[in-house]
């Protein structure tokens, strides 16, 4: 159905009037994919033994805080047509598919001791099929859909959770990693903690500034190095895998040239990615944070910092945990110091611990608030990431456009990847970053969080106003098609 390649007249006008693209070809074994997420698009809620998760108990306890009220308890409806999604994937010509297991599908209380054997076969039979279709599963083990029991025992703020994810992660890898050559531990646990514990915008709605970000954090690190020892200890010798986490950043542009402004700009970037990348990569939370929250928690009357102490053993045991760096990414911000370390003492919060302020330029390109186009940004971004984490291969897990009206025309969507890929060539021939893959945000509109069906960003439209949730590839797809084939931006690659 979806097999033959139809460039729109519109799309090929695209190519061919962009010339401020790159025209470098994208380096042999360039990888390139689309990404989805279980919750976001798999449906079937409560049948097949599943057990409720997180999100479920989120979207059906306060409805009035996602928009129009919209869950995901048919989504996509993935579950039953995940076929379908795999066509559209091999016509695209994609190599790899990124996408995540429900953790209560596979453990329906979360636990070992209840194993789903449905739930399981679900997934081998996707992976099965992705392999007869030449297609690479980059399997995320969480994408944010926490089995609801362990919710319940104090989720992501409990320590106990970094085993039972170590256990999970474990049934996996020995039923799936048959099939799967790359795993993602978790999906950008900075999205967890600063929306789930801190801000109170993404499940479960918390707004713990004191400390729940921190515990949140210090939670997800134990968690994933756990997981990254049992693959490298008990599977990788049979498995020939390798596995990472997924994190995500914007770019942190100063305000101004001014020292102040330059400073809080690399303050923020520290306790946004650095938060998760530091302890990984280099060792440890980052020391303007481990340095701000001490100052702060004394002044503040604590007799302790408010952000958890690694022990040495600890710090040992993450430091190194990634085989390669999982990178999503979708903006950029202006950046200038809201308040100094000892300044607006009173309520702790994680906000004045960080003591910056970061905006949107309105100029720069957006249909909804949170993504705006800025390529330069992305490049910025690719190179602080390879060069503050000591060289490490990058993969573009996730990047996207998103837009309110989900039209079949997606000029917006075809104008930032291309603007982004072009971006980065220009961050792997000019600054000699290592680059290897990117990965589309996403191949289907979906359950957008708390903004549910209003934003959309996928590159195939769903119908969900329609039973049958009919997919219709946009534009976007058929572009993207075409760069997957060509591997090159504009008409004629150098
Ligand atoms: C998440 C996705 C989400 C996307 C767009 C990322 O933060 O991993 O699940 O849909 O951004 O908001």
Redesign the pocket.
């Known amino acids: 159905m979806y097999s033959t390649t139809l460039l729109t007249t519109f799309a090929l006008s695209y190519v061919l009037a962009k010339s401020d693209l790159s025209n470098r070809r994208f380096p042999d074994g360039f990888k390139f994919g689309a990404a989805t997420?279980s919750y976001?698009i798999e449906g079937a809620w409560n049948i097949d033994g599943k057990g409720v998760q997180l999100w479920d108990w989120y979207t059906h306890t306060y409805p009035d805080r996602i928009d129009e009220q919209d869950t995901g308890d048919v989504a996509c409806d993935s579950y039953h047509k995940w076929r379908e999604d795999i066509d559209l994937l091999k016509a695209l010509g994609v190599n790899h598919y990124r996408l995540s297991i429900s953790w209560s599908r596979i453990l329906p209380n979360g636990t070992v001791n209840n194993i789903n054997p449905t739930g399981i076969e679900y997934y081998k039979n996707i992976f099965k099929t992705l392999r007869e279709n030449d297609i690479e599963p980059l399997v995320t083990l969480y994408?944010w859909d926490l089995p609801i029991t362990l919710h319940e025992i104090g989720g992501w703020t409990n320590p106990l959770i970094a085993e039972y994810f170590a256990e999970y992660a474990r049934i996996c890898f020995r039923e799936f990693g048959e099939y799967v050559k790359t795993w993602i531990t978790i999906?950008?646990p900075q999205?967890t903690c600063s929306g789930g514990y801190t801000a109170g915008a993404k499940a479960p709605g918390y707004s713990l500034e004191a400390e729940g970000l921190y515990l949140c954090a210090y939670v997800h690190m134990l968690a994933h190095a756990k997981a990254y020892h049992i693959y490298d200890e008990e599977f990788r010798d049979s498995q020939n895998g390798r596995i990472s986490i997924v994190l995500?950043s914007a770019w942190s542009e100063p305000a101004s040239n001014s020292t102040s402004d330059i400073e809080a700009a690399q303050t923020n970037i520290e306790f946004g990615l650095g938060i998760y990348a530091n302890p990984i990569y280099l060792g440890n939370w980052p020391k303007i944070v481990i340095d701000n929250v001490a100052t702060r928690s004394t002044l503040e009357g604590f007799v302790r910092s408010r952000l958890p102490q690694f022990s040495q053993e600890e710090i040992d045991f993450i430091k190194g945990t990634a085989d390669f760096f999982g990178l999503?990414t979708?903006g950029t911000g202006l950046v200038t110091l809201h308040n100094k370390v000892d300044e607006d003492i009173g309520i702790p919060s994680y906000t004045l611990d960080k003591g910056t302020t970061s905006w949107a330029d309105p100029s720069w390109p957006s249909d909804v608030p949170w993504v705006r186009q800025v390529p330069w940004g992305f490049r910025k971004l690719l190179k602080y990431v390879y060069e503050k984490y000591g060289h490490p291969e990058i993969v573009v897990t996730?990047n996207g456009w998103?837009d309110k009206t989900g039209t079949l025309n997606d000029v917006d969507r075809i104008s930032y990847i291309s603007q982004y890929l072009s971006a980065l060539l220009d961050a792997y021939y000019e600054d000699g970053v290592n680059v290897s893959g990117y990965t589309v945000?996403?191949l289907l509109d979906n359950f957008?969080?708390t903004n549910g069906y209003t934003q959309k960003?996928g590159i195939v439209q769903v119908d969900f106003h329609h039973d049958n949730r009919t997919r219709t590839p946009k534009d976007s797809y058929y572009w993207y098609q075409n760069v997957l084939q060509t591997k090159c931006l504009v008409e004629n690659c150098i």
């Open positions: 997420a976001q994408h999906n950008e999205s995500d999503n979708y996730e998103a945000w996403s957008e969080w960003l």
